[in-house]
DNA sequence: ATGGCGCCACATTGGCGA
């Protein structure tokens, strides 16, 4: 199976780009954040007409998540059971016999905003549920937008970002905790380019200099990250007209039926 | 020069993203 992760920034702009994502590569399972939609709102007929069906938690101007699926998506939970937020950052479904978790974790702006600690916090609520969750679901992906490079190597310029939001040490060690857990970055399981991200900035010719970061991650348990053939990030979709700033993180699972 | 781009909303400017 193919599964993708992709901070579409607005689905409603970004739907054409959507539709030909699932037309031309095909995906079994895609974790989208960002939609900036009301429930109300949400492209539903547009999303089946092409095959898939979704499910999704949504709010209005900020965050948003959804997971669009060829398989009918069960024991679905929107929100962190136990953290309340009104932030809708938090959608988990059983997908094919896996444990879909789709996460738009929180940016923290800057190091002295008040959004940094509640980045902190909101991880350490995903820590906590994902440790018990794990005890009941040995088939387990954690995809999204982390908000975290974890290592100097998913950062364009690790000088400039020292110490910045989306690098601190207390995020990567967030981070850490979930590998921790058990948990392994498809992505690294594989011998990748130098300098490959998954986010580069709007501004400035980002993209075209490579000034990026990789901050979209598939996470894996152990029989998944065993069973992981592949793991990309499809630039291509960078390239478009009016793009997402991020461009969807790809894993392919080949399980054993 | 703390800007630069893109998206959203009680819009023609400000909040936010990363």
Not at 50 to 70: E, H, W
Not at 182 to 192: H, Y
């Amino acid at each position: 199976m193919k599964i993708a992760a992709w901070n579409v920034n607005s689905l409603k702009v970004r739907l054409p780009q959507l539709l030909d994502f699932l037309a031309t590569r095909q995906p079994d399972t895609v974790c989208l954040q960002e939609t900036k939609l009301t429930d109300d709102n949400f492209p539903r007929a547009e999303i089946e007409a092409a095959g898939y069906r979704v499910v999704f938690a949504g709010q209005k101007t900020y965050n948003g998540v959804a997971i669009v699926s060829r398989s009918e998506a069960s024991d679905v939970v929107a929100g962190i059971p136990g953290f309340a937020d009104e932030q809708k950052r938090f959608l988990a479904a059983t997908v094919d016999g896996v444990r879909v978790v789709c996460v738009y974790c929180p940016n923290g702006q800057s190091l002295d905003s008040d959004k940094y600690p509640y980045k902190l916090a909101w991880f350490d609520a995903l820590i906590g549920w994902l440790k018990d969750e794990l005890t009941r679901h040995p088939r387990l992906a954690l995809l999204g937008d982390y908000n975290i490079a974890p290592d100097d190597r998913d950062v364009h310029d690790p000088a400039v970002w020292k110490d910045c939001v989306l690098v601190s040490e207390p995020e990567r060690s967030r981070f850490q905790s979930l590998l921790a857990l058990g948990l392994q970055d498809s992505f690294r399981l594989f011998e990748q380019p130098e300098k490959t991200f998954s986010w580069w900035d709007y501004r400035m010719m980002g993209f075209r200099r490579n000034q990026g970061l990789r901050i979209d991650h598939i996470l894996l348990t152990a029989p998944l990250a065993a069973a992981c053939t592949a793991s990309t990030i499809d630039r291509d979709m960078r390239k478009l007209e009016r793009p997402s700033d991020h461009a969807p993180v790809v894993a392919e699972i080949s399980l054993p039926a």
